[in-house]
């Protein structure tokens, strides 16, 4: 499968613990986003990533919560003491400029499902 | 700031009939907009994209969508939908050539009758 993948797919967890996501992008995408997504809403862009160096936070994106992207490759968003409102699907996309133009397409994951109890 | 508005929640068509779905977004700069499709079970897909030229842009599976820059609005039409049609529609737009983060509105719950 070539697509974008993510692990784990489901994570449940207690309130107040760590929980860290993985997110391989497609080969060569030199762009890697984060969105969450809740029940009855489209994603929300949380960061994105080009190459290894982080671009963009959304002030949705709280101190507690942290991506890396350290080789360029696959990337990792790291919640800390988690809280009930972080429950939510995790999304991970990736880019890459069209041949020959400065134009982007973003491919997603299949998410990360993360429960908070 | 961006932000996108899709009108409907929830459509309920039966199949054969004609489908479109509503999207406005603001957005002062050049925009760049999309439509993404979630199928049951599955990830977001790229149904079509505009980022300049011809405004009417075709996508995939019959899709298609016109770009009104004067109405802000990117609507989503299909002639004939089919039962496999039944799906969670997203409209999203960016900026930068699609390459920075995109806004999402809220999503269509489409259901296609037999």
């Known amino acids: 499968d070539t697509g974008v993948s993510q692990d784990p797919r489901h994570k449940i967890t207690k309130r107040g613990q760590n929980v860290t996501f993985r997110c391989d992008p497609i080969s060569e995408h030199n762009r890697l986003y984060w969105y969450r997504q809740t029940l009855g809403q489209g994603p929300e862009f949380l960061t994105y990533f080009q190459n290894e160096a982080q671009l963009e936070k959304s002030r949705l994106l709280s101190d507690r919560f942290s991506a890396e992207r350290p080789k360029g490759s696959f990337s990792t968003l790291e919640i800390q003491r988690t809280e009930q409102g972080d429950s939510a699907m995790y999304l991970c996309?990736?880019?890459?400029?069209?041949?020959?133009?400065?134009?982007?397409?973003?491919?997603f994951g299949p998410g990360t499902r993360l429960t908070v109890l | 700031a961006q932000s996108v508005s899709q009108h409907n929640h929830h459509v309920i068509l039966s199949e054969a009939a004609s489908l479109e779905l509503g999207c406005n977004y603001s957005?002062?700069?050049?925009?760049?907009l999309f439509w993404y499709v979630q199928y049951p079970g599955q990830h977001l897909q790229l149904l079509l994209k505009y980022f300049s030229g011809d405004p009417l842009v075709k996508g995939i599976k019959g899709f298609e969508a016109e770009f009104i820059k004067s109405k802000f609005s990117f609507n989503l039409r299909k002639p004939s939908v089919q039962w496999s049609d039944t799906a969670e529609y997203f409209c999203?737009?960016?900026?930068?050539?699609?390459?920075?983060?995109?806004?999402f509105g809220k999503g269509t719950h489409l259901i296609i009758q037999p």
């Open positions: 999203a737009v960016g900026s930068g050539g699609g390459a920075d983060g995109l806004t």
């Open positions: 996309a990736s880019s890459h400029p069209l041949t020959g133009r400065a134009v982007y397409e973003q491919f």
């Open positions: 957005y002062g700069g050049t925009v760049n």
